[in-house]
């Protein structure tokens, strides 16, 4: 491209098979302070033009050998001499003739014989006119480039801003690492001992059990399969003082059925869960040896309690570890799903089982929302940063009231805890990056400002309200999602 000239020190070259011509305009053009070369044949312009800066060139048409729109139509086919403009400068004033010389290329049309002046108008015209092109094409060109390096940054500033997401997701699973350990060690431990109860039940009882059953009439059998059925019912938990006075109100009616042994029964019926109605089990004690009909009873109970158990343990180490993964998966944030709200905030609680203790009551109080097109994991980001602040809030001891429901067109999640509050001064601070009152090492002042600038992607809002035993922050976000993702 051209570098933008000094109109007084600019370069013409003047072409023209006529002398007279050629010296006229090169002195009066000379005299004005330009710098002037001359061509009497077309190629000699094009040479010219291609070898030293041209800033104008003045073209005849009618010329031997090549004329000016050949001259003209060659310099425009060039990238080095295509940015010159052509002023024709002729003796034809057909207006075909002046149609053709702009379709060429050219910029200005001169009618010989000339007038000076106006010769001089239009060259000083022209050339102003390319110095703005050119100052123009040159600050486009900077701003390109500047357009270029924002975009650059922006970029940068995206990738960064994804790094702070998944950084501080690994800070908050940092934390959670020892619960959620504790809490797969449980259903682990459940599934160990309920596997060597059965294997224990295999191998001591199962080898007898076809004499027993034998051993046993019709009605009797009938009667043992009910044992074990009533045993297996589903029943609410029940405590240690229930249990003890679920015995002694059967102990009676044990004794009056003539059983002895009466304490023994009673606690081994309570341990399988039968403590009432009694009635139609007191014939299956007053047979053989009444103890090991029971011992066995027990026994099948237990081991169905035991594949039962193994079952909900798996199932529950099954769910840690589905929220754990979906927690610690980061996907691109342009991959948009339809996502349900609700399962994201039972994941995050499921991550925080083992500090959602005895201590702290959770009140879920959820109405059927719609699925939402959103980043599922960048949610799931908002609702562990507000839930992990509410459990900090309260010290880990209170209530956690989480609400969902619809309001028009937006679904409303509110998450309530009854923590000392934030105080006033802090509230317009708290969405701010790198403020917090944690102490060190405790919180970097950056997760509220990354719920925020999340919520903000999903055309969400975010607000809080706070007082003593009561802040809540809610999040709204529109059904006809539109994320600016991208």
């Given at each position: 491209m051209h570098q933008a000239v000094n109109q007084s020190k600019a370069h013409l070259l003047i072409v023209d098979d006529t002398p007279e011509n050629l010296i006229l305009l090169s002195r009066i053009l000379a005299e004005k302070g330009y710098a002037v070369s001359t061509a009497n044949q077309g190629d000699r312009a094009i040479d010219i033009a291609q070898n030293i800066p041209v800033d104008l060139i003045l073209l005849d048409i009618n010329m031997p050998q090549m004329n000016g729109y050949e001259v003209c139509e060659q310099l425009k086919a060039d990238k080095r001499t295509r940015?010159?403009?052509?002023?024709?400068?002729?003796?034809?004033?057909?207006?075909?003739?002046?149609?053709?010389?702009?379709?060429?290329?050219g910029v200005d049309y001169v009618t010989k014989p000339f007038q000076l002046k106006e010769v001089l108008a239009r060259v000083e015209t022209h050339l102003k006119l390319s110095i703005l092109q050119k100052s123009l094409e040159s600050k486009n060109e900077a701003l390109n480039q500047k357009n270029q390096e924002l975009a650059h940054t922006l970029e940068q500033l995206k990738s960064a801003q994804a790094e702070l997401v998944k950084s501080e997701k690994m800070a908050v699973l940092g934390q959670l690492v020892a619960g959620i350990a504790h809490e797969i060690n449980n259903?682990?431990?459940?599934?160990?001992?309920?596997?060597?109860?059965?294997?224990?039940?295999?191998?001591?009882?199962?080898?007898?059990?076809?004499?027993?059953?034998?051993?046993?009439?019709?009605?009797?059998?009938?009667?043992?399969?009910?044992?074990?059925?009533?045993?297996?019912?589903?029943k609410p938990a029940i405590s240690s003082k229930q249990k003890r006075q679920f015995r002694r109100s059967i102990i009676p009616q044990l004794e009056a059925a003539g059983i002895e042994n009466a304490d023994w029964f009673a606690e081994t019926l309570v341990d399988m869960g039968i403590y009432d109605n009694i009635d139609d089990f007191l014939s299956l004690m007053k047979i053989g040896d009444p103890r090991h009909i029971l011992l066995i009873a027990r026994k099948i109970s237990e081991l169905q309690r035991g594949a039962k158990t193994i079952e909900n343990a798996s199932a529950s180490a099954a769910k840690i570890v589905y929220a754990l993964k979906?927690?610690?998966?980061?996907?691109?944030?342009?991959?948009?799903?339809?996502?349900?709200?609700?399962?994201?905030?039972?994941?995050?609680?499921?991550?925080?089982?083992?500090?959602?203790?005895?201590?702290?009551?959770?009140?879920?109080?959820?109405?059927?929302?719609?699925?939402?097109?959103?980043d599922p994991d960048a949610l799931n980001q908002v609702w562990i940063n507000i839930i992990h602040n509410a459990l900090q809030a309260m010290d880990y001891s209170g209530k956690l009231t989480i609400n969902i429901k619809q309001e028009g067109e937006q679904i409303k999640v509110a998450i309530t805890d009854s923590g000392k509050g934030i105080p006033p001064e802090n509230i317009s601070k708290i969405f701010e990056p790198f403020f917090t009152t944690k102490l060190p090492g405790e919180g970097s002042g950056l997760g509220l400002d990354i719920v925020k600038k999340i919520v903000e992607k999903h055309s969400g809002t975010i607000?809080?309200?706070?007082?003593?035993?009561?802040?809540?922050?809610?999040?709204?976000?529109?059904?006809?999602l539109k994320p600016t993702y991208n």
């Open positions: 940015e010159i403009p052509v002023i024709f400068i002729s003796g034809l004033n057909d207006v075909l003739d002046k149609v053709k010389a702009f379709s060429v290329g259903p682990l431990a459940a599934i160990s001992s309920s596997a060597r109860n059965i294997s224990s039940f295999l191998v001591e009882t199962l080898q007898e059990l076809p004499a027993f059953f034998q051993s046993l009439s019709p009605e009797q059998s009938d009667r043992f399969t009910d044992l074990i059925a009533r045993s297996l019912q589903e979906s927690y610690s998966r980061y996907e691109s944030s342009e991959n948009l799903v339809n996502a349900s709200v609700i399962d994201g905030i039972e994941t995050v609680l499921t991550l925080y089982q083992n500090q959602l203790t005895r201590q702290v009551e959770v009140i879920k109080q959820y109405e059927n929302v719609p699925h939402l097109l959103c607000e809080v309200e706070s007082v003593p035993n009561q802040t809540t922050f809610t999040v709204c976000l529109p059904t006809n």
